[in-house]
């Protein structure tokens, strides 16, 4: 599970000292099928990123939330700056396209259109995508 497991790893403690009963299990979910495995049935619960606009599925209420930074080259010509807006990221490579998600989370992410075809591979997990 990557680094997210250290986010949750309070959560998880706290609800197996509630509910000792339960077989509580953790899966990655993928990126190019985050949903599948709440509406296959094979997971109860899935920590994702907003926005979800499923009219399947509920959202229930924000657990964390994560910074986002820049990380680039330290050649790169924005490698220097203190901040960097969106419109900038516009002709970079910032998330690989490709993966079957919903449109809805690329335009969360990179609102901005791209001026030119986008370049690199695609990658199924977040962790890949770090």
């Given at each position: 599970m990557g680094p997210l497991w250290q986010e949750i790893?309070?959560?998880?403690?706290?609800?197996?000292?509630?509910?000792?009963h339960v077989d509580l299990r953790m899966r990655e979910v993928r990126l190019d099928e985050p949903f599948r495995l709440l509406r296959d049935g094979e997971v109860d619960v899935a920590l994702l990123w907003l926005p979800v606009e499923e009219k399947d599925l509920a959202v229930g209420p924000v657990t964390f939330t994560e910074p986002i930074v820049l990380a680039v080259g330290r050649?790169?010509?924005?490698?220097?700056?203190?901040?960097?807006?969106v419109a900038e990221l516009a002709d970079e490579n910032v998330l690989p396209s490709g993966l079957p998600v919903p449109d809805?989370?690329?335009?969360?992410?990179?609102p901005?259109?791209?001026s030119e075809p986008e370049r690199g591979g695609t990658t199924p997990t977040r962790e890949e995508v770090l």
């Open positions: 790893a309070p959560v998880t403690a706290l609800f197996r000292a509630r509910n000792p050649k790169h010509p924005l490698a220097t700056r203190s901040s960097v807006s809805y989370w690329e335009d969360a992410v990179s901005v259109p791209r």
